[in-house]
């Protein structure tokens, strides 16, 4: 939030005797002057205002006389623009051919694509959530980063503690990607070959055979 400060030199009694001045917080776009709100915290020299809308706003306190007072403020109280920066976006998404990878293949890896929003350099974390183990990432200049990844099952992936060069900010949806491991034994198998008289027949004898983290 924005906080704010101003007070109203001599205080509220004005030449009359009255009282009931007060000091108005508001504020406009730089490219429109014309577009003048009030702040959000309300009346007061010591308020706040919280922003909703990343641009650049000019912020200056107003002076608002009690009724029947024709006082005016002596001065133009000082502006001061300050810039709300867009809270920076992460995505994330597999690659092409990397949602199923072959257990026990150290070399099938699969790839996982970010795309992010915001002032760059990036930091964030990525967490499996099958095992919980959090690695964190740092000073990333680009808005396309990669990761890969060569789980032993299928496992889950999210992206945490998201922040860019100004703000901190939350993954879009806060989404997940879901590598999944393609699971395929062979165990003790013998293969006979018995002669037909039309063809040859190969029959396969598994001891043991498992599938399992397939996709139809």
């Known amino acids: 939030q924005v906080e704010l400060e101003a007070s109203i030199e001599g205080g509220v009694v004005d030449a009359n005797g009255q009282t009931g001045a007060y000091i ?13 709100t009030n702040v959000s915290g309300g009346l007061g020299g010591y308020t706040y205002d919280i922003t909703t ?30 810039t709300v920066h867009e809270l920076p976006t992460a995505t994330m998404e597999l690659a092409d051919s990397s949602d199923i990878i072959c257990w026990n293949n150290d070399n099938d890896q699969a ?20 095992t919980n183990v959090i690695t964190t990432f740092e000073g990333i200049y680009t808005t396309y980063y990669t990761i890969t990844v060569n789980p032993s099952q299928t496992t889950t992936y999210q992206i945490l503690n998201l922040s860019d060069r100004y703000c901190n900010g939350i ?6 990607v879901t590598v999944v491991v393609s699971r395929f034994e062979l165990i003790n198998n013998t293969v006979e070959v018995c002669p037909d008289d039309v063809h040859p027949l190969v029959v396969f004898n598994f001891n043991n055979l498992t599938i399992s983290d397939t996709r139809d």
């Open 171 to 176: 993954p879009q949806n806060i989404n997940t």
């Open 111 to 130: 790839t996982i694509e970010l795309h992010f929003t915001g002032s760059a350099p990036f930091s964030f974390m990525i967490q499996d959530m099958t």
């Open 53 to 82: 809308n990343a641009g650049i706003y000019t912020y200056y306190p107003t002076y608002v006389a009690p009724a029947n007072s024709n006082c005016t403020p002596s001065n133009t109280p000082n502006a001061s623009t300050i």
């Open 24 to 36: 108005q917080w508001v504020y406009a776009p730089v490219t429109d002057p014309s577009d003048i």
